[in-house]
């Protein structure tokens, strides 16, 4: 607590000295602090170059469209994951070489590796990529016009990046986190972890979490209120419907997070006792309610991922999805079952057998209805006519890993076998064998199926495969060693060790490693070579892969309101029954005018103030924590006294945009699907029946 | 299949018959609202399972619930958050039915008034355990006590700044359509406060002074 | 039922309304001040005490939910009711698991 006697530079600048800045004691942390701010003054001087910064602000940083909240997201999502694997490449490099004698970087550097690392896989990769796509994608598949709290959207996006803004400034400014992405007391309090890291860390957590929070309450009013006419529940394509459910777990588990961190900071800023180890702390209950939030939060991670896989393996099977129903239950089942398993992140934390065994048993349980998903997967691809295009390559990858991956999971719900290899890395194996296959594939598959959605080009096949085929060997290079590795009791987030018999196994792993770097290269070689191929692979009428659902109804990318005109449907698989009735691209007998929700720049300035204030919590600097407060609310009320917040498209000019695009449609020859990749495909895809 | 069936469009007091434009718009909002406030919900439970837990294994040589909890001041306050409830549900009926603004804007600062009077009850209880020693700082149940009941506090405090804001648009705006969702909202807000308290009541007091 | 087909009157009656939120009121004083009496009068054994007090309260809360919330059983929307029934089953998935995970490890590390 700040007393009246600290000096004025304690109440002006709070705990930050100069030597919180760079340079920092070694050498890669310099270089990592050089890149993020060289990286920060590129973009800024290529925007200023290319004097774009009055488009960037009006058009997308301060849009309420869906579409580009959707783009950014992603952006921010590729941003993080690039940083994220390089520390993992960091990590692996350590692990092999530190044995019997010291690695590359030092034990403590380690620790804030492997902390960031999870920590912005899960917040700043996963989350925003996943946010990223449902809001995109969800809107035009239920055939609506927008979410139904555009503004709000804008919020939670910007609290998001302001959290990621937080953690690209640990790593120039002063010292992440060492306490692991679950960050555990009592290490993780005062005196065990004294200075900013661990706040750092809280805060970077809170602004998500709060983002995650209010985005899937916006996700799930929508789904509930603006689906189009005929759109019942159970006409939703299946990502919509995995959409819903990682809303709802977004909604009811994001709390246990905000409980478990908000406690925390109780303990280091104000002296509390949840979590100490004297004074009636109690260490126990901070692992109850992190996971309570923790087990949800791995189902929100996969299951918008289930929904990809499903729309992935339907259309490049070219057959509807089988057992949609089943899916439906499934996906539900999972929902609700995700919080009756949270214990089993903590078997052997001391309470009796029985609890370990009934959570052991749900855990179990959860096998079932993702079995279900599997065999519907692998029936939807039976007898259909399957083009091995690259999201449909990652989708097999998927599909064989994950079973994998699923079954060792089983393994560890028995709380026997899981005291053998808690906290080995077997576990870390277990883990990324769920979320690289099943999440990270399933985002990439996404964003290589509807990237030519939003930007009106396809992206290059052979460089996609590349991807696929550097992703795919790269994982099970990495992390198939782990399995052996953990059962050889090597621990997580060794830094260093004596143990010789581990090092072919580390070193193999390494070659996995840069295979999942070169992999990431990979996507973006790909995305460079696609933009400078884009007028070969335009496909802007909007359907190249013969889509089943409403975002192929419209062009590429989607005028702001979306469509037209509200579709009507009335049945699943909507676009591929208009398709099918010949009516697909049929003028509308009227068009009417249509309003939108008009931008502001108030979404970016809550953000920045977020941050502002979480800045200013980690380095005690009170003053900008209040003001960065205050601004946050007033950003919120400020909001509330305007008026005026929409404004018109005339009927004209919705008209004038719609037979401009159905001209174009009625003008080009559909494409055959053998044709899919070539450069015919402009997207209209040729109906088969 | 659809899920709708029902006459009531959103929880709260519905205003469908008087005003059937200003009902529709409000619908999604309302919802909407209506899930962030469970979402609080869970938030107030995973307190309570907290503070029930530490109110059992962390006394660590502090005061127990007995001594820590003020019984009659508890009556006091929740006489007072009671009778708020009631007067907002009369605000929420001037909007309803009232075309006149003073009805609305008297029973909603009366509500306000009721609402600072327990901020008021509560701060002392604050002071008082302080007073005697008994800071969070002091026990794992102590940081529980005041956490829980603290942030039913910061809850109470919110509603009361927005009913503020709500003053100021009221006399700025008039009682448009956007206003009028607000003060349902808030109503939302206000009445779910008072749900939670019944529990801390019971949790806290009650089943403290039992112990 | 189309709720277009209910007949307004039935529902936007001010008086009934006034009476309505007066009951909420009147109920919820009855029941708390049951709940106090109980504590403070004490007259029978703890637990059986703490199932009273448990139970006032759920009841309590029913009718905030009932009279003031206007949460029905009969006329809410099935959307409101499906999210508050869920919210229940998560909050008491996660209490009552929490409860005895907690008193478990506690009972087992004395």
New interface residues.
């Given amino acids: 607590m700040p007393t009246f006697t600290q000096d004025w530079t304690y109440w002006l600048f709070g705990l930050l000295r100069w030597s919180d800045f760079p340079p920092k004691a070694d050498g890669i942390a310099t270089f990592a602090a050089s890149l993020v701010v060289l990286g920060a003054l590129a973009v800024v001087g290529l925007v200023t170059r290319s004097g774009r910064w009055r488009w960037l602000w009006r058009e997308w940083l301060t849009s309420l469209d869906h579409k580009k909240i959707g783009v950014m997201y992603i952006v921010l999502a590729f941003v993080m994951l690039s940083r994220a694997v390089i520390e993992a490449i960091l990590m692996r490099t350590q692990q092999a070489s530190a044995i019997g004698q010291a690695g590359v970087v030092s034990a403590d550097h380690f620790a804030q590796l492997f902390t960031t690392h999870g920590s912005i896989m899960i917040f700043f990769m996963a989350m925003p990529f996943l946010t990223g796509l449902i809001n995109y994608v969800m809107p035009l598949q239920i055939g609506a016009r927008d979410l139904s709290f555009p503004f709000l959207n804008a919020v939670g996006l910007w609290l998001t990046a302001a959290g990621a803004a937080l953690m690209m400034a640990s790593l120039v400014v002063g010292k992440f986190s060492t306490g692991g992405w679950s960050g555990y007391p009592p290490y993780t309090e005062l005196g065990f972890s004294p200075g900013e890291g661990v706040d750092y860390w809280i805060w970077a957590v809170s602004l998500s979490s709060i983002g995650s929070t209010v985005t899937g309450l916006n996700f799930a009013v929508t789904i509930y209120k603006k689906r189009c006419p005929g759109m019942d529940l159970l006409r939703m394509p299946l990502f919509c419907w995995t959409a819903l459910c990682t809303s709802i777990l977004m909604i009811f588990a994001m709390p246990a997070l905000t409980v478990a961190t908000a406690l925390l900071a109780l303990d280091r800023y104000l002296g509390f006792h949840f979590f100490t180890n004297g004074a009636g702390g109690d260490v126990m209950n901070y692992a109850n309610l992190f996971w309570i939030f923790g087990h949800p939060e791995v189902y929100i991670l996969i299951l918008p991922a289930f929904g990809v896989w499903s729309e992935v393996i339907s259309t490049f099977s070219g057959k509807h999805l089988y057992g949609y129903i089943s899916l439906v239950g499934a996906t539900m089942a999972i929902a609700v079952l995700s919080f009756t398993v949270w214990l089993h992140h903590f078997f052997t934390m001391g309470q009796e057998a029985n609890v370990n065994a009934a959570f052991g048993i749900a855990t179990m349980l959860i096998g079932i209805p993702t079995g279900v998903k599997v065999y519907d997967w692998i029936l939807t691809m039976v007898r259909g006519r399957i083009r091995f295009i690259a999201p449909m390559l990652f989708a097999i990858t998927f599909l064989l890993c994950f079973v994998i991956g699923g079954l060792s999971g089983v393994m560890l719900a028995d709380p026997a076998i899981d005291f053998a290899v808690h906290n080995t890395l077997f576990l870390v194996a277990h883990f990324h064998n769920m979320l690289i296959p099943g999440t990270l594939f399933g985002m990439l598959a996404a964003y290589m199926l509807w990237f030519p959605k939003a930007f009106g080009f396809r992206l290059d096949e052979i460089w996609g495969r590349i991807a696929w085929a550097l992703w795919s060997a790269g994982f099970l290079v990495a992390f198939m060693p782990l399995y052996p590795l953990g059962l050889m009791a090597m621990m997580r987030r060794t830094a260093q060790t004596t143990r010789a018999e581990y090092a072919p196994w580390l070193w193999t792993a390494e070659v996995g490693a840069v295979l999942i770097g070169l992999g990431l290269a990979a996507l973006f070689v790909q995305l460079w070579v696609s933009v400078r191929n884009r007028a070969r692979l335009a496909a802007p009428l909007g359907d190249p892969w013969d889509g089943h659902s409403l975002e192929w109804a419209t062009p590429s990318p989607p005028p702001e309101w979306n469509f037209a005109v509200p579709p009507e449907v009335s049945g699943r698989d909507a676009f591929t029954a208009l398709k099918a009735q010949g009516i697909a691209y049929r003028e509308p007998e009227r068009y009417e005018a249509i309003s939108l929700p008009r931008g502001t720049g108030i979404p970016v300035v809550i953000g920045g103030a977020g941050f502002v204030c979480a800045f200013g919590l980690t380095w005690h600097i009170w003053w900008a924590a209040l003001a960065g407060l205050f601004a946050m609310w007033g950003g919120v009320v400020w909001r509330s006294f305007q008026t005026d917040l929409e404004r018109t498209v005339e009927a004209g000019e919705v008209a004038a945009t719609h037979r401009h695009w159905l001209s174009r449609v009625h003008a080009v020859t559909p494409v055959g699907r053998d044709a899919e990749t070539s450069a015919d495909n402009r997207g209209l895809a040729e109906h088969e029946a | 299949m659809r899920f709708a069936s029902g006459t009531d469009r959103h929880p709260g007091l519905n205003i469908h018959g008087r005003d059937p434009d200003a009902h529709r718009a409000a619908e999604p909002v309302i919802f909407g609202f209506w899930i962030f406030l469970m979402s609080d919900l869970v938030l107030f439970a995973l307190l309570m399972a907290t503070y029930a837990s530490m109110s059992l294994h962390g006394i660590a040589g502090g005061p127990t619930p007995r001594q820590a909890g003020d019984l009659a001041s508890a009556g006091v306050e929740t006489a007072l958050l009671l009778a708020s409830s009631f007067t907002f549900s009369l605000t929420s009926l001037a909007l309803k039915y009232r075309d006149d603004r003073r009805a609305l804007v008297g029973w909603m600062a009366l509500t306000g008034l009721l609402g600072l009077g327990f901020l008021g009850c509560e701060a002392k209880d604050f002071a008082s355990l302080i007073g005697k020693g008994w800071a969070p700082e002091l026990s794992g149940f102590l940081s529980a006590h005041f956490t829980l009941l603290g942030t039913h506090f910061l809850h109470v405090a919110c509603g009361l700044a927005w009913m503020a804001v709500m003053f100021v648009q009221i006399a700025v705006r008039g009682l448009d359509q956007a206003v009028a969702t607000r003060i349902m909202r808030l109503a939302l807000f206000w009445h779910l406060l008072d749900v939670v308290w019944i529990g801390i009541v019971t949790l806290v007091f009650l089943q403290g002074s039992l112990s | ?1 189309n ?1 277009r087909n ?1 007949p ?1 009157a039935t ?2 009656d ?1 008086a009934r ?2 009476r309505h ?2 009951l ?2 009147v109920s ?2 009855l029941l ?1 001040g049951a ?2 009496a109980l ?2 009068a ?1 007259p029978f054994a ?1 637990p059986v ?2 199932a009273c ?2 139970a ?2 759920l009841v ?2 029913g009718c ?2 009932f ?6 059983l ?11 029934l ?2 229940s ?3 008491v ?3 009552a ?13 004395g």
């Fill in positions: 039922m709720p209910i307004p529902r936007d001010p309304e006034r939120s007066l909420g009121l919820s004083a708390t709940a106090f504590v403070l004490q703890r005490l703490l007090i448990a006032l309260a309590q809360i905030q939910l009279f003031f919330l206007h949460i029905d009969r006329r809410s929307h099935r959307d409101d009711l499906q999210l508050v869920f919210t089953l998560v909050i998935l996660m209490v698991g929490s409860m005895w995970i907690l008193s478990s490890q506690h009972a087992m590390m």
